[in-house]
């Protein structure tokens, strides 16, 4: 089976920095995918940055110019960097991973949701 483990949330200050990390255990041959959600309290889940296979990545214009996705392949490994936190970074932040492999011909079957780290942001 295939997990998605994130750290490194907790309570940080504003104007601030912040970085996530989410390692995919289990037996992974290679990831389309990978993805950083996030929920602040009374919202919608919302993508905020993903970043494929190839090194393209999207961040969101909730974050733009705070944040940075990266990720090391040979770890399984997808990070999150954001600075000058704002209040509005508070939330559960979540590791999505897509196009999940075991082996070079064969899919996981399924996309994968890390159980969420609390990132809360106080003055």
């Known amino acids: 089976q295939v997990q998605l483990v994130e750290s490194g949330g907790g309570d940080v200050q504003a104007g601030g920095f912040l970085r996530l990390s989410c390692v995919a255990s289990?037996?992974?041959?290679?990831?389309?995918?990978m993805s950083w959600y996030r929920q602040g309290p009374g919202m919608s889940r919302e993508l905020i940055a993903q970043?494929?296979?190839?090194?393209?990545?999207y961040v969101a214009d909730s974050v733009k110019g705070r944040a940075s996705i990266s990720r090391d392949n040979a770890k399984n490994a997808v990070y999150l960097e954001i600075h000058s936190l704002k209040l509005g970074d508070t939330a559960v932040y979540y590791c999505?991973?897509?196009?999940?492999?075991?082996?070079?011909?064969?899919?996981?079957?399924?996309?994968?949701w890390g159980k969420g780290t609390m990132v809360t942001v106080h003055l």
């Open positions: 289990g037996t992974v041959f290679s990831i389309n995918g």
């Open positions: 999505y991973a897509d196009g999940v492999k075991v082996s070079p011909h064969d899919y996981y079957g399924a996309d994968i």
């Open positions: 970043i494929l296979d190839g090194g393209s990545t």
